[in-house]
């Protein structure tokens, strides 16, 4: 079945600084990858996702990328704010796993003021 | 336009109970998806169900564990004769397809807290 590493599984960076998070999977029939973020207590919420006939996508501060050939995606979010805080998880599906969402361990990001 | 809802937020049971979660997809969601969150860890797959069909229940502990998706009604995870282990916060997602380029629009609920004291 599908595995999923996410690295760092901390992150902390000042206001205004950029953050990556990384992840690679190992399921090469995977062909959807979501980023959702987690505020404590609360439901995971999709910020961004990206499937496998596109490199690249962007939506205003986050991007995020997808190299196939090496399996690994990432989460970039730009000019970073408190708000931002937040856990961060990545995910993969596809080929055989249709709707089963196998996800990384998580990053708690944190933005200092 | 209503999306997922679970209920109860919070749920209380004492050792060797039984908990019943219960899932409201979204308004024409037909696929259902349980996911298992333990403190501090990332969310895993339990099982994923169609409207009165188990499609895949390869995360779902082989005993004390079932769940459900009738023709009329949520879909509901049942635990018989919960242990401490059990404690966990439990989401629910739902999908109006899932095919073979992958999930579209799916939605996480605000989850079940169960406490097993």
């Known amino acids: 079945g599908e595995n999923v590493e996410q690295h760092p599984s901390t992150l902390s960076v000042q206001e205004g600084d950029s953050a990556v998070i990384k992840c690679t999977y190992s399921?090469?029939?995977?062909?959807?990858f979501p980023w959702y973020k987690q505020e404590l207590g609360k439901r995971p919420q999709l910020i961004i996702d990206i499937r496998s006939n596109v490199g690249e996508k962007k939506d205003q501060r986050i991007a995020v990328t997808l190299n196939k050939t090496a399996k690994h995606f990432s989460l970039h979010i730009t000019e970073t704010q408190p708000e931002d805080s937040a856990v961060y998880f990545c995910a993969a599906t596809g080929g055989t796993s249709y709707g089963k969402l196998t996800f990384g361990q998580g990053t708690i990001l944190t933005v200092h003021p | 336009n209503a999306g997922v809802m679970q209920n109860p937020r919070h749920l209380v049971r004492r050792r060797g109970q039984e908990a019943r979660l219960r899932c409201s997809p979204v308004?024409?969601?037909?696929?259902v998806y349980w996911y298992r969150q333990l403190p501090e860890e990332g969310l895993k797959f339990m099982v994923y169900?169609?409207?009165?069909?188990?499609?895949?229940e390869s995360g779902m502990p082989k005993e004390r564990f079932s769940a459900e998706f009738p023709k009329e009604g949520p879909s509901i995870l049942r635990i018989q004769q919960v242990v401490r282990g059990d404690s966990a916060a439990y989401f629910c997602a739902s999908s109006p397809s899932a095919g073979t380029l992958g999930v579209v629009g799916y939605t996480f609920g605000s989850g079940t807290r169960l406490t097993v004291v």
């Open positions: 169900l169609q409207k009165e069909n188990i499609i895949d």
């Open positions: 399921d090469s029939a995977s062909n959807y």
């Open positions: 308004k024409g969601h037909s696929h």
